[in-house]
């Protein structure tokens, strides 16, 4: 009786196999250097793992320490057949006042299967001068979802 409990119990549970592959987003241009990766499980809200993202803000204005961000999960994402979209955001380290980066990625699906393009808008706000002082930079970016 208990080993046929725990074989339906355990037949419920597992189910069709939700898969995991990887989400990738990549741009350089005159503003920034964005490159994003990271694991995607499906189902359950398409969590990411492993996420890694690197940015590099290319405007000597910006604050030394807030051009470049490293970031090890996001704050939020949302991945679904149409939609990719991830918001990062990092806050100046140390004793120095508030500053902060905030990274927002929104694509949609193309025509091509795993392919996402959309655009990318960065917000870098320091307040460390005792001014309040803030950046906006926007571009194209593409994405690949497998």
């Not at 339906?8 to 005159?30: I, K």
């Not at 004793?95 to 808008?121: C, N």
Request: aromatic share 10%.
């Amino acid at each position: 009786m208990r080993f046929g409990i725990m074989a339906v119990v355990f037949l419920a549970t597992t189910g069709s196999a939700a898969a995991s592959g990887g989400l990738s987003c990549d741009v350089e241009d005159q503003s920034a250097r964005i490159s994003v990766a990271s694991g995607v499980t499906r189902g359950m809200g398409s969590p990411v793992f492993n996420f890694k993202a690197a940015l590099e803000i290319l405007d000597k204005g910006v604050t030394e320490d807030l051009r470049k961000a490293e970031f090890d999960n996001a704050t939020q994402y949302w991945l679904d057949g149409e939609n990719l979209r991830l918001v990062l955001y990092r806050e100046r380290a140390g004793d120095k006042p508030h500053g902060h980066v905030e990274l927002t990625i929104l694509t949609q699906a193309g025509d091509d299967e795993g392919l996402y393009g959309g655009s990318y808008k960065l917000a870098v706000f320091d307040y460390a001068t005792g001014a309040d002082q803030s950046w906006d930079f926007e571009g194209q970016i593409s994405c690949f979802v497998e």
